[in-house]
């Protein structure tokens, strides 16, 4: 689900002449590498977060925080990109902010002061959070029109004997907050497992409405007692003024034997790591991947001890242009508990799965988020 202080859906996207100016602070930004990459242990997984756009660590978000007394959280965060399309780190990133932030000096302490002198200095330090960056991007804003952004996600789709896919597109706002959502219109389509595109939908979601669209019978049906897999992709935009609300897709994988619901995404870090417990010999381990990419995508799946770190099975392969495949992973004498190691040459989307033999119940979630 969205966060409930998404920000207005015209603030998405600017016209070229504010992107050649990101581009250039861009430059800037990178040449100071005022705040460090940890790679190994990252806060934010999301594209676009951190100054080298491609996720920032626990440590960078704390130096960060330290580095820049003036920023309030939700400042810091918009600065550094950090919880802005999943706000799946936002608890984590508050709570690592509130400890230093504790311990930080203030930027400028108003104690002792009238209410009257207080308020001052409150505003003075508002105007110097307000930095050149953002007084030119306001200044820009004025005089540009608002543009409203499209996000395209993707998830899975299965058709089997016991198992169905639905997707539920839906458009809420808490109304406690008192915002307005945006209506927005979806664009979904539905492809195999080669790529080819089987359906088109067209849906206007209003704010406060919901619809359920079973994809399974997009995909051909399976031959024998299998199934068969391809993917769903779904292009959301804004048609009107409003905010983004809780506007996530989610997809539904349906059994006889029980339900797994879990939210879209746009795409998987490129090399992921994930440990699994396998609870019997019954219990299949699967990953579902898709290709994002308009060329073959080459991918590699390692399964390791977590003891030692040793590789006891591999698995390769590709995926065709927009393709996708589901790939079981062996169950291995005396490694029940294991890490799943991911790793793609190119963009990618994919999910894990626990089912039982049938598929009638079945457990799924996204990777490397």
């Known amino acids: 689900m969205s966060s409930p202080f998404s920000v207005d859906v015209a603030l998405c996207h600017r016209v070229t002449l504010r992107i050649l100016f990101k581009l250039i602070l861009f430059v800037i930004m990178a040449m100071r590498q005022t705040i460090v990459h940890d790679e190994y242990e990252l806060l934010c997984y999301c594209d676009g977060a951190g100054p080298d756009g491609i996720g920032i660590g626990r440590e960078a978000w704390l130096n960060a925080v330290r580095e820049h007394p ?24 508050e709570a690592l902010f509130d400890q230093v932030a504790r311990s930080r000096p203030a930027a400028r302490s108003s104690g002792g002061m009238s209410q009257a002198a207080a308020a001052t200095v409150k505003a003075e330090q508002k105007n ?31 058709r089997g004997r016991d198992i169905r896919t639905v997707l539920t597109l839906s458009n809420c706002y808490p109304a406690l907050i008192g915002k307005q959502s945006a209506p927005y219109r979806y664009g979904v389509k539905t492809l195999d497992a080669s790529g080819n595109i089987l359906c088109r939908r067209n849906v206007q979601i209003e704010a406060g409405k919901s619809e359920d669209i079973d994809l399974t019978d997009d995909l051909d049906e399976p031959k024998d007692e299998g199934y068969s897999t391809g993917s769903c992709w779904i292009a959301m935009k804004p048609t009107a003024r409003g905010s983004s609300g809780s506007t996530r897709p989610h997809f539904k994988l ?21 440990m699994l417990i396998r609870g019997g010999p019954q219990e299949h381990h699967l990953i579902h991947m898709v290709n994002l990419d308009d060329k073959v995508n080459s991918y590699a799946v390692r399964i390791r001890s977590p003891e ?15 393709g996708a495949t589901l790939v079981e992973l062996p169950a291995l004498a005396g490694c ?20 039982d033999s049938g598929f009638t119940r079945m457990s799924a979630d996204h990777g490397g988020a």
Request: glycine share 8%.
């Open 336 to 355: 029940e508990t294991y890490l799943a190691e991911t790793q793609s040459q190119g963009s990618w989307r994919y999910h894990y799965m626990i089912a």
């Open 254 to 274: 349906v059994g006889s034997g029980g339900i797994s619901a879990v939210h879209a995404q746009s795409k998987s870090p490129t090399h992921g790591r994930q």
């Open 70 to 93: 003036q920023l309030d959280f939700y400042q810091l965060c918009s600065q550094l990109q950090v919880g802005q399309r999943c706000t799946a780190c936002l608890l984590d990133a």
């Open 308 to 322: 030692a770190g040793a590789i006891r099975e591999e698995i390769f392969g590709d995926l065709p242009p927009r």
């Open 128 to 158: 110097e959070a307000l930095s050149w960056r953002a007084r030119l991007y306001s200044t820009i804003d004025r005089f540009l029109p608002n543009l409203p952004a499209t996000h395209v996600l993707c998830v899975p789709v299965f």
